[in-house]
């Protein structure tokens, strides 16, 4: 065992994520060998102990003679010693035939997040959760079985113990009705271990006290994707029953001095928009066309995640800024039987469907009552469901009524996930708004329409009509994705790491 000489620490570590080595001063050394890293993450995670050489050259030439092991052992310790300058040289211990790690001369991440996570207070907690910035040693390739198999029981050991800080910490926080302090941990939870239905309802509960509706059913269909792909299961009763109680809670009023209406969990974006300035000024234009009475209907596609969203928010506050109405709707992988469902949600949280009742021609609120009860006369039977050629009717003049109250953004997410009678009201009111001051925009991951004939030809057909549009998003380039992450790491991080993890991203 080594001495712990009361030393100020020379060398910090950071293995929980990336690998990071830095001086006392905060100054960044690097290694010009990968084993040296992997070496030293070893020895790291055994501070104060002192291991024999044929155990670290079994380790990382296990494949290879011992002489030529040993040999290449002896090299990687020399390249250490060079890659280590002034006080941090003496951290590296060599002593006959074992080598370790002097630990009050190394301040290791790993050793803090155990220590802090073994405290159990939500402070310790915290800086524990702050400390787990990924997998230990993320992105490091040294393929030897021997140090594979170590680095695999290691990451799910450590794993195991961030998801336990992780849900002792939301725990906490939810206890104590700390709303916003726990969605972000609840999310850290779910990045870990996305099976954990119990932490699936309870975000959809915070989300509720939030009053975002929206991301709370989001949530669920969240759970029901993964729960059937990853484990063939349908959710608990509990998670069913807060489902229904979530449907037909009231959506939240919007605030009335606003005239921005948000359906869904629009809201002010985190992440920065970068790039994109082409279709920024394209979704700009038709807005602006469509509010001077030249109605289109726009699809905006692109691979999951590569930013449709970010791009639509970009044009609600457009739209809100402009004194625009704003309907949203989605579709959902679980509910492609529920006709018109995306446009059902947008009218519902748009909260439209109260004034129909007043203002709209009786026969057209009839024909509406087959999707909102609430529309049908006590007395009279639903129209027979095979008319939907007076449904759509009935809707496009529900959403002239509107065009002729504000200006009007209707947003329709995931169109690849849409029932077929949502798709073809598109192509409906796609030849009955030309002349109204309304903006239709749709978004479709490309991966999803290989599958999807119907989506095809509707896209098609919008093709053909003269006030349609569309644009496919592609990557970022080198140059916006430096600054996209350069916008996102926190304010005192050194050039050189952001640098690195640009280029990794």
Not at 31 to 60: C, I, V
Not at 342 to 348: E, G, H
Request: some cysteine.
């Amino acid at each position: 065992m080594l001495e712990s000489p009361d030393i100020m620490a020379a060398l910090h570590l950071a293995l929980l994520g990336t690998f990071e080595a830095r001086l006392a001063s905060g100054r960044a050394i690097s290694f010009s060998r990968k084993k040296a890293e992997a070496l030293l993450a070893f020895l790291a995670l055994h501070p104060g102990q002192m291991q024999a050489r044929d155990t670290l050259a079994a380790l990382l030439w296990g494949d290879t003679p011992d002489e030529r092991a040993r040999h290449s052992l002896r090299q990687v310790l020399v390249a250490l010693r060079q890659g280590l300058p002034g006080d941090a040289v003496a951290s590296l211990v060599e002593e006959g035939d074992k080598v370790g790690l002097q630990p009050a001369a190394v301040q290791v991440d790993v050793v803090s997040f155990e220590q802090l996570a073994a405290d159990g207070t939500p402070e310790g907690l915290e800086r524990a959760a702050a400390l787990y910035r990924g997998d230990l040693l993320e992105g490091i390739a040294v393929a030897e079985p021997g140090f594979e198999e170590w680095l695999r029981a290691e990451r799910e050991r450590l794993r195991e113990l961030a998801v336990e800080t992780l849900a002792k910490l939301l725990g906490h926080h939810t206890r104590l009705g700390a709303v916003d302090q726990a969605v972000p941990i609840g999310l850290r939870l779910l990045a870990l271990d996305p099976e954990q239905e119990a932490v699936h309802r309870t975000l959809m509960r915070l989300y509720a006290r939030q009053g975002r509706r929206g991301a709370a059913l989001r949530q669920y269909q969240t759970c029901v994707a993964i729960l059937e792909r990853e484990l063939g299961l349908e959710p608990e009763a509990e998670t069913r029953q807060l489902y229904r109680e979530l449907l037909q809670a009231p959506p939240p009023v919007a605030h009335a001095a606003h005239p921005l209406r948000r359906a869904g969990n629009l809201t002010a974006p985190a992440a920065p928009l970068v790039g994109r300035a082409v279709e920024v000024a394209m979704l700009r234009e038709r807005l602006a066309e469509a509010w001077k009475n030249h109605g289109a209907i726009g699809i905006i596609q692109g691979e999951a995640g590569i930013g449709k969203t970010r791009l639509i928010d970009s044009l609600v506050d457009e739209a809100g800024d402009a004194g625009g109405h704003v309907l949203l709707g989605r579709g959902y992988e679980s509910e492609q039987v529920l006709p018109l469902g995306p446009w059902v949600n947008a009218l519902r949280a748009g909260e439209v469907v109260p004034g129909l009742i007043e203002d709209l021609d009786a026969t057209w609120r009839a024909e509406l009552g087959r999707l909102f009860p609430e529309l049908r006369a006590p007395d009279r039977e639903p129209p027979a469901p095979e008319d939907y050629v007076r449904l759509f009717e009935a809707m496009a003049r529900a959403v002239q009524h509107l065009a002729s109250q504000h200006t009007l953004l209707i947003v329709l997410e995931d169109l690849h996930w849409a029932d077929d009678m949502t798709l073809r009201l598109l192509v409906f009111l796609g030849r009955r708004i030309a002349d109204l001051p309304v903006l239709v925009i749709g978004t479709v991951r490309v991966e999803e329409m290989l599958d999807a004939p119907i989506l095809r030809r509707t896209l098609t057909q919008l093709g053909h009509q003269p006030r349609s549009f569309s644009a496919t998003l592609g990557p970022l380039s080198h140059a916006e994705t430096m600054t996209f992450v350069q916008a996102l790491i926190r304010t005192g991080t050194d050039e050189a790491t952001m640098q690195r993890l640009a280029e990794r991203v």
